[in-house]
Every structure is written in C-alpha cells, then in structure tokens.
C-alpha cells in the first residue's frame, strides 16, 4: 500500500500564512484551519490510492538542547488551538496521525518512511526530507511557495539541485549550513567544493580525517579546521533519525463531529458528509518492523500529552 505522508506544521504554517485575513464572525482566526483542510481535500483528490499520514511536531526540544541557537530566527508560531482542532479533525477521517515526544515531524516522517512497504509521498518544503530520495520508494513533493512552483523530487532532481545524492544531503546541508533553521556554516566554503567534499567521503567525519589530501586555498583549510566542531553539530541536526518510538493515533469515520468543526470556523464551503467520504476507503497501516511500535487506537493520544 503507498502511502502519503504531509508534515503537519509545515502545511499548518503555510496554510496560516496564506490565509491570515480570514476570521469568524466572533474574530476567530480560521485561516489555517480553512487552508489545512481544503489543500488536505485537493491532495486526496489527486492522491487517493494512498492512505493518508499527518506527522506533527511533538515539544520539539532535542535539537534545541544540542544547539540552543538552533531556528532562533524563527517568528514563534501562536496557533496552538487551530493545531489542536486539525487534530480533532483529523481523528473523525480516515488518516492516521504520529508523532514523537520530543522530536520534529521530519524524523517522525524518517522513522516511517524507512519502516513500511510501497511507495512513500512526503509533502513538504522542509529540504531536510529530501534526504530520503529513493527512486521507486521514495518521492518528496515540495509544495509550491510564493512563484515557485510545485516540484516533484526523485533521485536526479535532488542531484541536479545539490549536486550530491539524497543520501549524502545531510553531509552537505552539515558543511553548508542552513540560514533558514539558523545553522551556521563553514564560512567562504563554495557550495561546488563542499560538493566535491561530500560526493569523495560522505561524512563529516570522513571530510576531516582526509582533509589534508584535498588541494583546498589556505583560507579554506583554516575556516573548515575552524568549524570542525559546529560541523559535527549541524550533523546531529540535519541528519534524519529512523528509529524513533512513534505513536500512532488511526482516524475514524464521524461526519457529525467533523461538522462541529466546520461550524465552529465557519467554513460553509465544505460539506462534512462529503468532506469524510473522501477518506472512507478502509486502508491498512502495517509497519514492517518499526522500532519501538506503539498503536493507539482511541482518541487520548493528544490529549495526553503535556501542556505545551
């Protein structure tokens, strides 16, 4: 069975973005949760062979202990109550919804991805996903932002991209940094020899034990010795996790309290009856053999965890 999996926050934030005007009669923002659900709609029309995965954020503290500096750039992002509503939105449809205490949904989507059969969609503009490239296995969708438009990744678009493989990203995005997630570095390195570098070792690691075979300029032999340490840092970043204890909670069908929802953004232009039909269609999620496998099949999950 191929599956479709959405980063939750990232389609939540853009979703917010997009629609920041929109507001209830009684000045409830209802943007995101207006956007989510119609971009959720037109992506199960286009992909409806799939079963559907949200993966969420859950208290993402572990790479901000390892770099406090780590997305300290970012605007915060208040929109916890339309978040917990997509959450109870998504529980009356057919869509499985996961998560990891303490961990980002890039490695929440890592960890699945590498764990179940058939063709895996990812739908994000997270570059850090495009890592998991594999051809026939693997497709990242990266959604179309501002005048960019939607771009389908496989193997070779990546390359074409980066001028690496998927697989040897993290090692790259380690050595190049990220202004986008505040991750510095290695300063007046070009992208073309850090391509060199990476496509020759593939680890940061590697990079370092050989640096001294490299005909590299004496400037660029000082700023690389230089941030060895933040390098080995930015790895622990950007590099994926694939073996986290995931929970699950599985969606189901509930026309009634998916139109509680409707009713309480004043959405009119979806129908809750036809909106949950769409994900009607019963589908299995059976995982190979994920690490730490936890089913939750009630609807206590979110409500469980800790406050934010």
């Not at 058939?118 to 594999?134: A, E």
């Not at 690496?164 to 940094?177: H, K, M, N, Q, Y």
Request: hydrophobic share 35%.
């Amino acid at each position: 069975m191929n599956r479709f999996i959405i980063d939750g926050f990232n389609l939540a934030f853009r979703a917010h973005y997009a629609f920041n005007t929109l507001m209830t009669s009684t000045g409830l923002m209802s943007g995101c949760v207006y956007g989510f659900l119609n971009i959720l709609k037109s992506l199960r029309g286009k992909y409806h062979a799939c079963e559907f995965v949200v993966a969420w954020d859950n208290h993402a503290r572990r790479k901000k202990e390892l770099y406090p500096e780590y997305k300290a750039n970012r605007v915060r992002f208040h929109i916890d109550p339309p978040i917990e509503d997509l959450k109870n939105a998504l529980r009356t449809l057919k869509v499985t919804q996961v998560e990891a205490l303490n961990e980002e949904a890039d490695d929440v989507i890592a960890t699945i991805s590498q764990n179940v059969d058939g063709i895996v969609y990812i739908y994000s503009s997270d570059k850090d996903l495009l890592q998991l490239v594999v051809d026939g296995k693997i497709i990242v969708i990266r959604p179309k932002v501002g005048t960019k438009a939607e771009r389908i990744y496989d193997e070779e678009a990546v390359k074409n991209e980066y001028s690496v493989s998927p697989s040897d990203l993290a090692c790259f995005l380690s050595l190049r940094g990220d202004t986008v997630d505040n991750i510095p570095g290695v300063q007046r390195l070009p992208s073309k020899v850090i391509a060199h570098l990476t496509n020759s070792y593939h680890t940061p690691n590697k990079i370092y034990e050989n640096i001294n075979k490299e005909k590299l300029t004496e400037n660029q032999l000082k700023n690389l010795q230089t941030a060895q340490n933040q390098i080995g840092i930015n790895w622990e970043l950007v590099k994926l996790k694939t073996d986290l204890e995931c929970l699950y909670t599985f969606g189901s069908s509930n026309s009634e309290e998916f139109s509680k929802i409707l009713s309480k953004y004043e959405i009119r232009a979806l129908s809750a009856s036809s909106y949950v039909g769409l994900f009607e269609k019963d589908f299995s999620f059976n995982l190979r053999t994920a690490p730490g496998y936890t089913a939750v099949k009630t609807f206590s999950l979110f409500d469980d965890l800790e406050e934010k």
